[in-house]
């Protein structure tokens, strides 16, 4: 077992230093570190000690890639040889469930807690601008290192569970934000203690469990080490209770690794003639948008389910109004319809980036790009068709949005401006095609990706669409036009869509084909 262990450990070490993603990931941090130095430079000039600032940036860039990194670069430590069609072989040569888990994840694992020490130096300057010490930068990186050691096996755990890389990034994704999310969201139930039909022991349970969350998150704790004054604590509870989730997860993994190591089954539809007839039924008139409705989105019967779960979602909150105020003639109030409008966006936002990270992918992982190419139908087209079926499928969510917008359209206007508007549907529009052209490049992991170079995009360019805009409702003041809201969001939508979109669609197109020829 030691001899198989080392084996795979040394052949994941060396896989890992001869690839070309972690490298350019490393450079890019390199990047982001040089312009929070520069940051930090340009407050010292204004006589600030800029020391803390520069070392909490660090310290939020180092969460943003730990969180990513879990469900892109440690979510594929199983996934990959499932794919690749190697873990049987593996078995086959009586390489037990421990050696694979352990030598596939912890070289995973120490290479990203090195980029983590080889921070430290550069990290220290922090102390020479002013404003850190060094007990708070050290017990920072130890609060660092044991989130990364918990987000690392808790996407190791979704990589033994899942059968493809895209399924357990889909599941450490939800994972993870239902753990940011669920900080919020019991602090909220939690202070709901006037209300008359809410238990007060349930209360104290979403209390206590909101406690025990932000024990463990790991920005709650950075926050109590950006703010002390006095002895810092090296080894604080989140340390522990990280190091302790961690552990727990590699054990289930190894636990549960022999039960879902089978491959996956395709043949979702059986092959009664029957069955076949009445969940396929006929061809349409454009066969690609029939094939990706039926056998990607999940056809009529998964429509029709989407429609109910987003009606349950907005009775839900309904009856949170009917309890909460007896009687009442609204169906909504103003406050729970903007609510259940910010709900249903959220989910279809998640749709159309699931959408835009399977579309194309699927063709290329069961390698029938070729087989689409020598269709009589343009390749424009083609990819058109394929969007198509995929709005299709968006077709619940977009409902309960027009509905919800019928029902009381002041109560969503009022707190949305147009600048948010424009910013939140470009930056998924953005992410979308992000999303669909890494999927063309890499095996797993587009959409995180995608995901990440969108958030530090528009974190270091805000001030484009807010130029924009200005200069839009300028020039529209000056005009007489009553609109320049309307028109700055058209000028921003040109111009993203010119220099941005439009340049990702035409190479969309040209990889396509250049996959079609391989």
Known sequence: MISGTQTLFNWSLRADTRSVYPHIVRACFTGFMLMAVLAAWASSLSGMAPGLQFFEWICRLNVLLISVSGISYFVSAVTEEKDSGTLALLRLADVTPLAIVLSKSTSRLISALMLLLIQLPFTFLAITLGGVTWQQIIAAYLALAAWMCMVANVALFCSVRCNTSG?????ATSVLLLFFAAGPILAGVAGLTGVSWISPRFLAVCENLHQQQQQV??????????TTSGPVEFLAVQFWHSVAVGGVTFLLSIVFFNRYSEPADDNTHG?????????VGRCWKLPIVWKDFLFFTGGKTFLLTKFFGYSLLVAGVSAFHQLDR?????????????????AVTCLLCVEVLLYASGSLFQEVRQSTIASLTMLPTGTPFLLLQKLGACCLALIPGALWIVILLIYNPS???RPLSGTAIVSVVFEVLLCAHLTVLLSLYTRWAALPIAIFVTAISFMCCPFITLTIFEFSGRMARLNGISWSIFLGAIVNFVWGWLFVLLPMEIEILNRWNRLSRE
Not at 271 to 279: D, E, I, L, P
């Open 167 to 171: 399924r357990a990034a889909t599941l």
């Open 217 to 226: 998150l790991i920005t709650a704790r950075l926050s109590e080490v950006f």
């Open 271 to 279: 092959r009664s003639a029957q069955v076949r007839r009445f969940t």
């Open 326 to 342: 007896p009687g009442s003639a609204q169906f909504l109030n103003d406050d729970l319809t903007w609510v259940a409008f910010l």
């Open 411 to 413: 109560a969503i206007t």
